[in-house]
Each structure stands twice: as structure tokens, then as C-alpha cells.
């Protein structure tokens, strides 16, 4: 522990009032230092010791989890490469068959705005979904690492 001036101060006026001598004075000092130091000492490694099982417990969580975690990724993933796919190809291919159709401008203009408000609602509602569903693990996740420190602690108690 490191002992800030306030301590001292206190501790040597503490010390003044009583009878012992300067060297009984300074064994007790020392001796006080010596068991604070080895209490924190202690509770050092108790928390170090709390902090790695908690770790520990948690990374094997994210093991136990890995699989739904690999595969909301992969969703999101494939939901980002359609997105980008649908805009820079699909579409393009769409727009190029109504002009090759002949299709009047102004119909074809109304056909593509409602093709993308739909297709965009489609994808949103896909996303959340997807979300609700990774956040139910991460909050799975969560709840089971909350548990697993309750146990923790509680077992250091």
C-alpha cells in the first residue's frame, strides 16, 4: 500500500501521544506497513485470481457460442454482398430490359422507384431480423457470463 501524507501525519500523531520510544515508534510503523502490505498483497492476487475466471469463463463462453456468432456474421455477410449486388448488377440488368422493351419512360421510372422501395423494405425487414436474433445471443451470451460471475464471486466469498 502506499501510504499518502494524511496517513502518516495521522499515524505519527497517533504514535506521539503514547509512551514508546522512537525505535518502538518505528517498529510499528513498520510492522503496520508489513501487514498492509501483505493484505494487499492478498487482495491483489484475490481480485487478479477473480478477474482471470471470469476471463477464463467468458472466452469459453464465446467458444461454447462460436458457431451461432460465426453464423450471424455470415448472415449479415451475405446480406451486405446481395445489397451490393442487387445495386450494381441486378438493377443495371433490370433497367437495361425496360429500355430494350421499350417500355414507356415514365412507367418504367415508377417501376424501378417501387422494385427499389421494395427491395429495400425486403432487406431492412431481413436485417432485423437478423439483429433481433444476434442480439437474443448477445444477450444470451451476457446472461450467461452475469451467472458465471455471480458464481465466481460467490465462491470467493
Given at each position: 500500500m502506499i501510504f499518502d501524507d494524511s496517513f502518516m501525519i495521522k499515524?505519527?500523531?497517533?504514535l506521539y501521544s503514547t509512551n514508546l520510544s522512537e525505535h518502538e515508534k518505528a517498529n510499528v510503523i513498520k510492522l503496520i506497513k508489513e501487514q498492509l502490505d501483505?493484505?494487499?498483497l492478498r487482495n491483489t492476487k484475490e481480485n487478479l485470481q477473480l478477474m482471470y475466471d471470469y476471463e477464463k469463463h467468458y472466452l469459453?463462453?464465446?467458444k461454447n457460442y462460436k458457431e451461432e456468432i460465426r453464423f450471424a456474421n455470415n448472415l449479415k455477410e451475405d446480406l451486405r454482398r446481395e445489397k451490393t449486388m442487387f445495386f450494381?448488377?441486378?438493377?443495371k440488368e433490370v433497367i437495361e430490359t425496360i429500355e430494350c422493351a421499350k417500355v414507356e419512360e415514365e412507367v418504367?421510372?415508377?417501376w424501378i422507384d417501387d422494385l427499389i422501395k421494395s427491395y429495400l423494405t425486403s432487406i431492412d425487414l431481413s436485417e432485423a431480423?437478423?439483429?433481433?436474433k444476434v442480439m437474443q445471443k448477445v444477450n444470451d451470451l451476457r446472461q450467461a457470463s452475469d451467472r458465471l460471475l455471480m458464481e465466481?464471486?460467490?465462491?470467493e466469498k
Open positions: 499515524l505519527n500523531q497517533t501483505e493484505y494487499n469459453e463462453l464465446i450494381s448488377k441486378h438493377l418504367g421510372k415508377k431480423i437478423i439483429d433481433t465466481i464471486a460467490g465462491s
